[in-house]
C-alpha cells in the first residue's frame, strides 16, 4: 500500500501564480508556459511527489526553477530520482539528472539508489550516467547494486560492478550476499562469475541459509550440489531484515 509521506524535506515556498484559470488534477494550474500556483511546503511537495509520479516534467522543471530540491523525498520515501527510475519515466529522470544539486547517491528508505534500480532494470545507459556522475557501487551495509543486479541474472552488470571495485561478499543486515541472490534466482552465470572473483560459499544468512540452500529451495539441485559446504558463517547478531526491498513491476519477494 502507498504511503503518502508528511514529512517534507528541502522544499520551499512557491512564489507567484498563473493567470490562467485552468487546474489539473494536482491543483497545478496550466497554461502554455506552465506555471505553479503558490503553495505552502506539504502543497508544494504534494505537487513536486505527483509530477514525478505522472512522468510532468514541465511540472517537475517549473518546480525546481521555483526552488524544490531535486533530492526530495517522494512517494514511498523515494528520492524524486529513484521514484522516477522505479516508474520508467525517462524526461523526468534526464530532467533531475541536469538538475543543480542533485545527489545520485540519496537512497529511498528502504536503502535504494539509482543505481541500484539502473542493474536490476538493466538500463546501461542510465548505468554508465550515474557512475560518471559519482555513483557509489559500495555501502558500509546494506543492499547493494551487486545484489540487485544478481537478483535479477545480468551478468554484464555484474561484470561492470566487480570491474568498479564492488564488493563481491558484502552482507545486508540479514547476512545476504549477492552469490545467495544468484542462486536464488537461479542464474549459474553469475554464481559463477561470482565465485570467479572471490565470493565465498560458505557466508550464511542470519536464518543459517548458504547460497547452495538458497537454490535448492528454488530447485536447483546441481547447483546446490556445486555450492555446497559442511558448515555456512552466520554474520554477526544484527536486527533481522525481513523483507527484501520491493522493486517496481515486481512482486514482493519474502526474505526467505
Known amino acids: 500500500m502507498k504511503k503518502t509521506l508528511l514529512v517534507i524535506a528541502a522544499v520551499a515556498f512557491l512564489a507567484g501564480c498563473s493567470s490562467a484559470p485552468k487546474v489539473n488534477e494536482f491543483g497545478i494550474v496550466e497554461n502554455a508556459a506552465v506555471t505553479v500556483k503558490k503553495a505552502g511546503p506539504e502543497e508544494t511537495w504534494a ?16 518546480l525546481l526553477a521555483q526552488g524544490v ?31 543543480p544539486g542533485i545527489d545520485v547517491n540519496t537512497q529511498s528508505r528502504l536503502g535504494e539508489d539509482a543505481l541500484m534500480l539502473a542493474a536490476f532494470k538493466g538500463d546501461k545507459e542510465l548505468f554508465n550516467t550515474l557512475l560518471a556522475r559519482g555513483a557509489k557501487v559500495n ?3 546494506g543492499w547493494t547494486a551487486l545484489h540487485y543486479a544478481a537478483a535479477a541474472g545480468r551478468l554484464e552488470f555484474v561484470q561492470m560492478l566487480i570491474a568498479q571495485g564492488a564488493d563481491i561478499n558484502v552482507q545486508t543486515r540479514a547476512g545476504v550476499t549477492p552469490l545467495y541472490m544468484a542462486a536464488r534466482m537461479p542464474s549459474r552465470k553469475v ?3 561470482l565465485l570467479k572473483n572471490g565470493a565465498f560459499r560458505d557466508l550464511c544468512t542470519d536464518r543459517g541459509e548458504s547460497p547452495a540452500d538458497a537454490a535448492r529451495r528454488m530447485g536447483d539441485e546441481d547447483l546446490a550440489k556445486y555450492l555446497a559446504v559442511e558448515k555456512c558463517v552466520r554474520p554477526a547478531a544484527r536486527p533481522f531484515q525481513t523483507e527484501l526491498p520491493t522493486i517496481s513491476n515486481q512482486p514482493r519477494v519474502n526474505y526467505p
Open 47 to 62: 505537487e513536486f511527489a505527483g509530477a514525478v509520479e505522472r512522468n510532468r516534467a514541465d511540472v517537475v522543471k517549473e
Open 69 to 99: 530540491s531535486p533530492n526530495t523525498l517522494v512517494e514511498d520515501g523515494d528520492p524524486a530520482l529513484v521514484r522516477a527510475i522505479r516508474m520508467d519515466n525517462q524526461p523526468v529522470i534526464k530532467l533531475l539528472l541536469a538538475a
Open 139 to 141: 555501502k558500509p551495509s
Open 191 to 193: 554464481v559463477m562469475e
